[in-house]
Nanobody, 118 residues
Framework: QVQLVESGGGLVQPGGSLRLSCAAS????????MAWYRQAPGKQRELVAT???????NYADSVKGRFTISRENAKITVYLQMNSLKPEDTAVYYC????????????WGQGTQVTVSS
């Protein structure tokens, strides 16, 4: 059974940094595609970053150069390092898993709130 648990969210001032973690179980990160999505109030969920089973990464234009997705296979954990945060980054951040590499993220965590405000 695949389970994902996000942590690391919180309140941060503009320009600050946070690192989100997604602790996974029931999957092998070396064989899974993983992603971070976010959903702001009143908006649809949007893709933030992905990392494939091969370790290739991709980012939304709005976060390129500021966010970094990475993984630690031994800990079965995926990270999202967020720097130079802006108020428009405020959202609930979700971790998604695609263990079948089908192109669809079938498993989700409960989300972690990130608020960027002075």
């Amino acid at each position: 059974q695949v389970q994902l648990v996000e942590s690391g969210g919180g309140l941060v001032q503009p320009g600050g940094s946070l690192r989100l973690s997604c602790a996974a179980s029931g999957i092998d990160l070396r064989r899974s595609h993983m992603a971070w999505y976010r959903q702001a109030p009143g908006k649809q969920r949007e893709l933030v970053a992905t990392i494939t089973s091969f370790g290739n990464t991709n980012y939304a234009d709005s976060v390129k150069g500021r966010f970094t997705i990475s993984r630690e296979n031994a800990k079965i954990t995926v990270y999202l390092q967020m720097n130079s945060l802006k108020p428009e980054d405020t959202a609930v951040y979700y971790c998604g898993a695609d263990p079948r590499r089908s192109g669809r993220y079938d498993y989700w965590g409960q989300g972690t709130q990130v608020t960027v405000s002075s």
